[in-house]
């Protein structure tokens, strides 16, 4: 837009409907929190700045939000959305700004847009966004004048019978023009209402008929989340929406109902994604996956033809045609090499696996570097950890080197190229390449000292 305005999102109200000790806008869609939907669609349209208002658990929200490029602003006690409005007056400097919800996580910047478009047409002093719904439930009823402006919004509490069988309802987005008028008229707003607060909507009558509102024509995008019904709804709404866009660029999903992706999450074509899958943070999957039954992904980077089932997948890197799982758990800085295998219980840490490289049994690979093709035995463990020390030491293992089953790696360790570990080796000194090391006590046999079947 080429006229700079500004953002003032609204976060500070209690959420009393949400019976949570958990500041509202925290609550997790999509695996995000619900105040970054509103600050990202803010952000699609390059404003000159964004102005958070805070209050309940205002350390809570602004310490999950400190990297992002926002204000807050304190409200103090939260005493209604006018009330919060009021107080970013200071910090609003563009000649015009707009309002968002903190709990209307749907809504696309193309409304905005499309707000301010009508706002600035209309020369108004206020706009907002309406929408018109088969059962209005909780939102502030439309007013409109005879010749059908806006003239007023009821919220529900003081709403007549005629006035709440209003099928228009405030959205609860404006535009707002910096200008003495509102602010004065937002001054004037007084809390006498059923639940005593400053309403932001009294606006409507205080300017009427300097007023605009548009209807927007997809009343999904704006649904505002008061209680957990209305996330769960959400939930379904966004998941359907990614889902079906992943569909049409060349994802299956046979049972879009069981898989749960995150907005940001990207898939290749021809990827198949099997009931039970989540995919969240910055996790991208390349073509050609089988993903699920069963899997946990964040910010997992993918190549192309990997298999993933029953796993866990957290900032783990892999490569091209690996095989994951099942009941795998690769943690953060894991990199599994083209075709390596990583199966049943293994856990992989800070790890780099080799290319072909195999741990299809219960080990534990952190702090490690495994060469390619090398074979971790059954149980396998790396000690990379000491008791009292900070640091995790690492481990080498080099190209085709093969580790028993139950051996122990007392890092900091080496195992070269192609040695061989016997099984239940506790090894604490390097072995160099070709080598075979035995580190257990040798097997006694005493022949006849067991008594016999029929003693017993
Ligand atoms: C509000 C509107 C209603 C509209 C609905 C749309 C008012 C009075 N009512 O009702 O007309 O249909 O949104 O979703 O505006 N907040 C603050 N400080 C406060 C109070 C609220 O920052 O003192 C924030 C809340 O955290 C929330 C947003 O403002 O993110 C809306 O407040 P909420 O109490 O949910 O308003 P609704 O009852 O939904
Ligand atoms: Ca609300």
């Known amino acids: ?71 807050f602003v304190d409200q103090g006690e939260p005493l209604g959305t006018g009330h919060a409005v009021r107080q970013a007056r200071a910090y609003v400097t563009a000649p015009r700004f707009l309002v968002l919800p903190g709990d209307v996580p749907l809504v696309p910047p193309a409304a905005l847009a499309a707000l301010v478009e009508h706002h600035l047409r209309a020369q108004a002093l206020a706009s907002f966004l309406t929408v018109e719904l088969e059962e209005p439930g ?25 006035e709440l069988a209003l099928r228009e309802v405030n959205s609860g987005v404006w535009c707002l023009e910096n200008a003495p008028l509102v602010w004065e008229a937002l001054a004037q707003i007084s809390p006498n209402n059923a639940k005593g607060e400053y309403y932001l909507t009294d606006l409507v009558a205080l300017l009427h008929p300097r007023v605009a509102a548009l209807r927007w024509p997809h ?120 075709r390596a295998r990583i199966g049943n219980f293994v856990e992989v840490k800070a790890s780099q696996i080799g290319e072909g490289a195999k741990a299809l049994h219960l080990a534990y690979i952190g702090d490690a570097e495994v060469g390619p093709r090398a074979n971790i035995g059954a149980g396998a463990i790396t000690c990379n950890f000491q008791p009292g020390r900070a640091e995790k030491f690492r481990t080498e293992i080099g190209a085709g080197a093969f580790i028993g089953s139950n051996a ?29 090391a035995l580190a257990r006590s040798p097997q006694v046999v005493k022949p006849e000292r067991a008594r016999r079947l029929e003693e017993r």
């Not at 004048?145 to 019978?161: L, T």
């Not at 122990?408 to 080598?435: F, H, K, M, N, Q």
């Open 408 to 436: 122990c790696l007392i890092a900091p360790i080496r195992i070269g190229e192609g040695a061989v570990v016997g099984a239940g080796s506790v090894i604490t000194e390097d072995v160099p390449p070709y080598a075979l």
């Open 138 to 162: 909780a939102y502030g009823r439309v007013v409109r004048d005879e010749s059908g402006r806006p003239q007023r919004i009821v919220e529900v509490g003081d709403a007549s019978p005629a």
């Open 219 to 338: 009343p999904e995008d704006l649904l505002g989340i008061n209680d957990r019904v209305d996330l769960a709804k959400a939930e379904s709404i966004l998941r359907t929406r990614i889902l079906t866009s992943w569909m049409r660029e060349g994802v299956s999903v046979p049972d879009p109902a069981t898989v749960y992706p995150g907005p940001d999450v990207r898939v290749g074509p021809d990827t198949l994604l099997l009931p039970g899958t989540f995919l969240y943070g910055d996790t991208e999957i390349g073509p050609n996956c089988v993903i699920g039954p069963q899997a946990y992904l964040v910010d997992a980077k993918v190549a192309e033809g990997v298999r993933i089932w029953f796993s866990v997948v957290e900032g783990a890197w892999i490569a091209e045609g690996a095989q994951i799982g099942p009941y795998a758990h690769l943690r953060a800085g894991a990199r599994i090499g083209a």
């Open 1 to 71: 837009m080429n006229s700079p305005f500004d953002v003032v999102v609204l976060a500070a109200g209690k959420g009393t409907r949400m019976r949570s000790a958990r500041p509202k806008v925290l609550h997790a869609l999509c695996g995000l929190p619900l105040l970054a939907y509103p600050l990202r669609a803010a952000q699609a349209l390059g404003p000159n700045r964004i102005l958070v208002v805070v209050s309940h658990g205002k350390e809570e929200v602004q310490e999950a939000f400190a990297s992002w490029p926002v204000v």
